[in-house]
């Protein structure tokens, strides 16, 4: 698909190690060869393709939430990381209700009532009652909040844009489309 992005490091970040042993992403030592047999003797062979799936998505997923971090900042000094989601979420859907938002982020009413109150105590979203259920509140980016999402968001799609210059726009698709269906299969 591309060139190794990784140029020379491990998937957990350090020099590669020597011989044919390679790390998985939680740092246990695997064999040089095609398939591994974990410590334990009656665990399951995890072949190659899936150690390397591990592997991949650790490190995938540890760069992304120190670029989430990157970007809270961004869009805020004093956002919480957490808190970008919310915002990325808003800005693609519109408003929705705190208890819709608190399912798709997966946290309790407490944990989202604490998060929406610190993003609109920053001045980056509002609320209003819902007028089809008094009792309820939508939730709504301003138009400050806004602004900034949208701006961080379009320096980091230029960003990937640069990075992956040398990939087909097929592979891009694909990756997004594969990814996709990825997060469908994780979710359930």
């Excluded at 390679?22 to 064999?31: A, H, P, Q, T």
């Excluded at 990157?70 to 915002?87: C, K």
């Excluded at 900034?148 to 320096?155: I, S």
Aim: charge should be negative.
């Amino acid at each position: 698909m591309g060139a190794d992005v990784h140029k020379g490091e491990d998937r957990n970040g350090d020099r590669p190690s020597g011989g044919g042993d390679r790390l998985s992403g939680d740092g246990e030592r695997l064999s040089g060869g095609g398939d591994a047999v974990p410590a334990g003797g009656d665990e399951l062979v995890a072949d190659h393709e899936y150690l390397s799936l591990e592997r991949e998505l650790t490190f995938l997923l540890r760069r992304a939430r120190a670029n989430q971090g990157e970007m809270a900042r961004e869009v805020h000094p004093d956002l919480e990381s957490a808190a970008y989601g919310l915002l990325v979420r808003l800005e693609e859907y519109g408003r929705q209700r705190a208890t819709e938002l608190a399912a798709y982020i997966g946290v309790g009413k407490a944990t989202m009532s604490r998060q929406l109150r610190a993003l609109e105590d920053l001045g980056l979203i509002a609320r209003e009652p819902d007028p089809a259920d008094g009792r309820a509140w939508l939730v709504d980016l301003t138009d400050e909040g806004r602004r900034r999402v949208t701006h961080v968001r379009e320096a980091r799609r230029a960003r990937y844009v640069t990075q992956l210059s040398h990939w087909d726009r097929q592979e891009v698709a694909e990756l997004a489309r594969l990814l996709h269906q990825l997060n469908g299969v994780i979710g359930k």
